[in-house]
């Protein structure tokens, strides 16, 4: 696998990594044992940290270390040459890794039902012999394990592919009754039996999501148009490279029945939002935080395209950036316009889409309908505007006047810049609300036995303010700041924890810190505040935060700007917060 085909897909860096020295056959054999296991520790750490290259180079130093005997190194090897799609090279050491794996019957497995989804997906046409390699892969799994239900599954949709329905029928119906099904793979096996067309033809899952222009995305708001998927993320250099490729489709095809749509796999939603408003990425934007959408489509490497037809069938799917991207892209998009809606597809297409996705269409409807009479921006059932759903928290009441900001619960007043505009205590109580759920859904997705038990303290965001009034709570602008609170049983400010912030934040993320960490006080309270520059990519802004204690709270007090000037401008505001605790008061008091 080449460095430059890994730095196109992920990025790449340069990492040296020593060896001990070793004495006697016996300790050179268990030296070389746990050398193996912690480059391999390495590079799994590299993965997590997004650092592929990284990865890439430990696992490669492991597999070199065992001379080629780590079933497990070359798997991981072949699973980042997969996500910088590397198909073929992936299935080569997909299959070095089965031959690695010896008398490991579960990693041996691991490999094989790799290497059958990637011989089935690089297969073009139900004769091809890949689909044949795959099928014996999958016939070998269960030969070893009969009870794997998701080779079952799989070996049933290869039997499709090759237009073999009897045989699939038959596969997916052992399938059902399996233990360790999935309930995903469970429905979809369903809908497969119900409807054999649904393995052939790729058909987009069911999804709706409200974009950051609070327009809602779903399958059947999409339906009669052709439509560009774009997963990405800010992290990636092919990602970012890409960008003046899709302006320049969005453009092309602006007068078309056409719709691009970027799906972010960002953690961090202030770097998200501050990319895409620096390169007017203009068309629906969606970051999915949860990972959901990145599930259901199956994406394991960035950027990725797809390209939906009026029907809503997959027509092309592409990963990684090269020289032809863009034309590839046009021909896909081309041959798509082209086609006429297929009646039999469309109603194949809409019985899988499910509820979900129908219901955020009709929601979308129902609020266009009723903004249409009577000239309200509130969708059908939902509270009167500026009355929130639920009531608000004792440390979200607050008062703002002119630009003073007062929160009796906090004890807090803050002056913040003159001419700034503010959100409502209802606005971020709204977006509480959100943040809450999301993290909710996350948990009990990982432990659905907890759904509906779960009790969670998400940090609340308690002031957001910027210079021009736009942004969001949980996504800032350039020129703007916003203090969240969390509970703590801190009295003060911890001195030692915030300088282990700042690193962290530093170690695990583009941020360069700007000058030495400030301690000061306002009225005898105490705050530090550290400055950070970020860059990454042509996204180049400066990011301030501070940490105080105000009653039973920690107060994170975050600001955002587009130079150091600016952003020192929007700090000296922090010299006008003043903290009244008990102490406080009390101390006052006897003095």
């Not at 730095?7 to 050398?35: H, I, N, S, Y």
């Not at 799994?44 to 190194?73: N, P, R």
């Not at 073929?88 to 490999?111: Q, V, Y």
């Not at 974009?211 to 339906?223: E, G, K, M, P």
Request: with cysteine.
């Amino acid at each position: 696998m080449s460095t430059r085909a890994i730095e196109r897909a992920c990025g790449v860096l340069v990492f040296l990594l020593g060896t001990g020295g070793m004495t006697g056959p016996a300790a050179r054999a268990g030296q070389a044992k746990d050398a193996v296991a912690q480059a391999i520790a390495d590079g799994e750490l590299y993965e997590s940290k997004k650092k592929y290259q990284l990865a890439l180079d430990a696992f490669h130093k492991a597999d070199k270390l065992s001379h080629h005997t780590s079933g497990e190194a070359l798997l991981k090897i072949a699973l980042i040459e997969k996500m910088a799609g590397l198909l073929s090279d992936a299935a080569n050491d997909a299959k070095k890794a089965i031959s690695a794996a010896g008398t490991d019957a579960r990693l041996g497995n691991d490999a094989r039902l790799m290497r059958a989804t990637l011989l089935s997906s690089m297969a073009t046409k139900p004769t091809d012999g890949k689909l044949k390699e795959a099928e014996a892969e999958l016939h070998n799994a269960i030969a070893i394990e009969p009870s794997l239900a998701v080779a079952h599954f799989n070996l049933a949709m290869v039997l499709f592919k090759q237009e073999r329905d009897t045989d699939g029928l038959t596969e997916m119906k052992t399938f059902l009754t399996l233990p360790g099904a999935t309930p995903s793979m469970t429905s979809e096996a369903r809908k497969i039996i119900a409807n054999p067309v649904r393995a052939r033809t790729p058909f987009t899952p069911g999804f709706s999501f409200r974009a950051q222009d609070n327009v809602t995305i779903s399958n059947f708001s999409l339906r009669g148009k052709v439509v560009l998927l774009d997963f990405w993320g800010t992290w990636c250099p092919p990602c970012r490279e890409s960008v003046p490729i899709l302006k320049n489709v969005q453009k092309k095809y602006a007068a078309k029945p056409f719709e691009l749509v970027s799906i972010s796999s960002d953690d961090d939603e202030d770097v998200w939002r501050t990319f895409v408003e620096a390169q007017h990425m203009n068309w629906a934007e969606y970051l999915d935080s949860s990972s959901e959408l990145q599930e259901a489509f199956k994406i394991d490497s960035y950027p990725t395209y797809i390209v939906v037809d009026k029907d809503g069938e997959i027509r092309f799917r592409q990963s990684g950036l090269g020289q032809d991207t863009q034309n590839e892209l046009e021909d896909a998009i081309n041959k798509a316009l082209k086609r006429d809606s297929d009646p039999v597809l469309a109603k194949a297409a809409a019985e899988g889409w499910g509820e979900e996705a129908r219901g955020g269409a009709d929601s979308e409807r129902k609020g266009a309908a009723a903004k249409a009479e009577s000239g309200a921006t509130r969708v059908a059932d939902a509270p009167p505007a500026g009355v929130p759903a639920t009531p608000l928290s004792p440390v979200e009441t607050a008062t703002i006047s002119g630009n003073v900001y007062t929160n009796a619960h906090l004890g807090l007043r803050y002056e913040f810049p003159a001419g700034w505009k503010a959100a409502k205590p209802e606005e971020l109580h709204e977006s509480n609300q959100r943040s809450e759920t999301g993290v909710r859904a996350v948990l009990e997705k990982q432990h659905p036995e907890l759904a509906g038990s779960i009790h969670i303290a998400v940090p609340e965001v308690v002031f957001y303010a910027s210079k021009r009034g736009d942004g969001e709570p949980q996504k800032p602008v350039l020129n703007s700041m916003r203090i969240v609170a969390q509970v703590t049983r801190q009295d003060s400010v911890d001195e030692d924890g915030f300088g282990q912030l700042t690193a962290k934040m530093v170690n695990l993320s583009l941020l360069k810190q700007v000058g030495s960490t400030a301690i000061f006080e306002v009225k005898r309270h105490k705050f530090m505040r550290a400055d950070f520059e970020r860059t990454n990519g042509a996204l180049h802004y400066y990011q301030s935060m501070a940490h105080t204690v105000a009653g039973d709270y920690l107060l994170q007090i975050e600001c955002f700007a587009p130079s150091i000037e600016e952003l020192k401008q929007i700090t000296d505001s922090l010299l006008r917060m003043e903290v009244q605790d008990e102490k406080d008061a009390a101390r006052g008091r006897a003095e």
